[in-house]
């Protein structure tokens, strides 16, 4: 069974992964011209997508790539004094396995472990898909047309895939009320461990470094009353709106979004906005990951959320033997409550990130103090960090699902008429 997959970043990658070794033939197609090396952000995988990392045969290679932050540090806008916080007792809190990564070693590590057993087509994208009963034509901005017998999308939230099938992503994003900038810069403040910021009403400011960076990277959360005008690809007039938002911020925020925000080798901005859909997959086509369901950029756990999807969606196809329309319900049902509790999770969040008072900026503080001075126990109940809330990842469970199955076939006219025999592979 031919299955195409759009997108090769961390979803698509997983799903191509554990759809060939349930037997399914794969093409990856990505609109980057070779795998993305963009500068990336940290990104977060905790104890279910640990789980299935361990299952694929890679946890020591992401282990290897962690970013090693063992402390933050941060200042209040309105004053001197710098406050630290242990890493280590901030993710024991949440999660009893976890690493932190950047997503572009996570990517590379992920298609290393798929590049061998499934079709990689680089510098190119799906611009139209016709569905009839027995299977998906799609047509390439480059490439010839082909015909698949099922498409994903794990091509992020902008996705492509999802636009073709469902209509214009106004219909179903929500902004949560913030926006995630993240540019990478020089090293100047000589950060390995640690990350140092500074946070405010409405807005805060971080540089950070990692074990196996060069680089550094600066982020930056903020607040504005209303949603912003523009396109997610001006990046002209994303810069303009990150220095408006953060004039006269004191600390190194003059640098960054000075001299170093027009030098800076990459640059991503956009809303920290979710994704509600009542159902993620029509006919021969369903979507996977931020395509599907991102909860919120840096505040929902989407990374982890991703890996998880990728392998249910795979593991119900191969137990459906290829049937999509029963894999596609079975595959919502599997993670419909963790896709729904992640949302409510990413709003609680990025309220907390991005205070929207000095009483919450105090708290913010007083909550950084009381982690980094309790015991994890008392910690987690200070903070609300309990199962209904940032542990919400570790309460995950994961259906076994065999690693090798049987090639599967598209769906035919015996298996319609109720015939059971091994299905064979569609060349």
């Known amino acids: 069974m031919r299955v195409l997959i759009s997108g090769a970043s961390v979803a698509g990658p997983v799903l191509a992964y554990w759809l060939t070794r349930h037997g399914f033939t794969v093409t990856v197609v990505e609109r980057a011209p070779a795998l993305r090396k963009a500068g990336g952000h940290a990104v977060d995988l905790f104890r279910p997508a640990m789980d299935i990392v361990e299952k694929m045969g890679l946890i020591e290679p992401v282990q290897a790539a962690a970013t090693g932050t063992e402390w933050l540090a941060f200042r209040s806008e309105n004053g001197e004094r710098s406050y630290e916080l242990g890493m280590a007792r901030l993710t024991r809190a949440i999660s009893d396995r976890h690493v932190e990564i950047m997503r572009d070693d996570l990517a590379e590590i992920l298609h290393r472990a798929t590049r061998d057993d499934a079709e990689y087509l680089f510098d190119d994208s799906i611009t139209a898909l016709a569905e009839d009963p027995d299977g998906v034509d799609v047509t390439f901005e480059r490439g010839p047309a082909r015909r698949f017998d099922l498409v994903i999308g794990a091509d992020g939230l902008h996705s492509t895939v999802r636009r073709l099938v469902f209509g214009p992503e106004e219909r179903f994003s929500t ?71 953060f004039a006269g911020m004191g600390w190194q925020v003059p640098r960054l979004l000075g001299e170093e925000l027009e030098r800076a080798s990459a640059f991503y901005f956009d809303s920290i906005t979710q994704l509600r859909m009542d159902t993620w997959s029509r006919g021969r086509v369903s979507l996977v990951g931020d395509a599907g369901y991102c909860p919120g950029p840096a505040v929902g756990g989407g990374t982890s959320l991703a890996v998880v999807g990728a392998y249910v969606l795979a593991g119900e196809l191969a137990e459906a033997r290829g049937d999509h329309t029963r894999a596609f319900t079975a595959y919502e049902q599997q993670i419909g409550d963790y896709v729904r509790r992640s949302r409510t999770f990413a709003v609680a969040t990025a309220k907390r990130l991005i205070p929207g008072s000095r009483l919450e900026l105090w708290a913010l503080i007083q909550g950084a103090r009381l982690i980094n001075n309790a015991p994890a126990s008392l910690a987690r109940a200070l903070t609300g960090l309990n199962g209904k809330g940032m542990r919400l990842h570790d309460e995950v469970t994961l259906k076994a699902y065999p690693h090798e199955t049987h090639r599967a076939a598209a769906p035919g006219a015996d298996q319609r008429r109720g015939i059971t025999d091994r299905p064979q592979a569609v060349d």
């Open 175 to 245: 902004w949560i009320g913030g926006y995630l900038a993240v540019m990478s810069i020089p090293n100047y403040l000589g950060l390995r461990d640690r990350m140092e910021g500074i946070t405010g009403v409405n807005r805060m400011a971080a540089v950070y470094g990692a074990a196996r960076l060069d680089e550094a990277r600066a982020v930056f959360l903020f607040r504005p009353e209303t949603e912003l005008d523009y396109h997610h690809r001006d990046v002209d007039r994303q810069k303009e709106l990150l220095r408006r938002h």
